[in-house]
């Protein structure tokens, strides 16, 4: 299992402004992801960090609007820029188990509200 | 494309009661399955997961889950619910060695009445 903190862990924010949202893991991970929560929806995978490497992104999110970093094998952060009211979400950082079986260890999310 | 239906958006029970929440996925083979709650406020946690062999897997919080293959689906259930358990529940299931290809269902909701 991985401990994954988050922060913060919610913000309210103004429209037009960009955010960013750390992820800190407890140990050493290839690969971190990216989901969105929107209110009453299900997850949403946005992109794969990957140490080294330019992130991943699924179809649908852009690396202009969501800018992502990986510096280490234990942090990532990723940036909501010029955000609307419909950005207003909780982004979840992930991690996969060792054994890449598609288990994931969420931190608790960070839930923003853009106004 | 793997795809999970949860057919039921919003489940309400009377602690102490049953509880089978339903998970229909979609995928040419055979997939691994996983149930995750998510507690107001928190993160997902995972409940239980299948990948292969015993088709009625047991999880954490008396919850079990069971893989049948002929009907495409992964229930979950208890047999006595804590009004704790009131959550969100998702059904994921996820391509063979692929984290990255992890598919959420649409959740469903979970009310335990006293």
């Known amino acids: 299992s991985a401990v994954i903190s988050q922060k913060p862990s919610r913000d309210i924010c103004q429209r037009g402004t960009s955010l960013t949202i750390q992820c800190q893991v407890d140990s050493q991970v290839t690969m971190m992801f990216w989901y969105r929560q929107q209110p009453g929806q299900s997850l949403t995978l946005i992109a794969t960090a990957n140490q080294g490497s330019e992130a991943t992104y699924e179809s649908g999110f852009v690396i202009d609007k969501f800018p992502i970093s990986r510096p280490n094998l234990t942090f990532s952060t990723l940036t909501v820029s010029n955000m609307s009211p419909e950005d207003s979400s909780i982004y979840l950082c992930s991690v996969g188990d060792r054994a890449n079986t598609g288990e994931l260890f969420f931190g608790e999310g960070s839930r923003l509200t853009v106004l | 494309a793997q795809s999970v239906t949860q057919p039921d958006i919003h489940i309400t029970v009377s602690e102490g009661a049953s509880l089978e929440l339903r998970c229909n996925y979609s995928y040419g083979a055979t997939p691994y399955l996983f149930w995750y709650v998510q507690s107001p406020g928190q993160g997902l946690q995972l409940l239980l997961k299948?990948?292969?062999?015993?088709?009625l897997v047991q999880g954490i919080k008396g919850f079990e889950a069971e893989f049948k293959r002929s009907q495409s689906s992964f229930n979950l259930r208890k047999p006595s619910v804590h009004w704790s358990d009131a959550a969100e529940y998702f059904c994921a299931v996820a391509r063979t060695g692929s984290a990255r290809q992890l598919t959420f269902g649409s959740g469903t909701q979970l009310t335990v009445l006293p």
């Open positions: 299948y990948f292969s062999g015993d088709t």
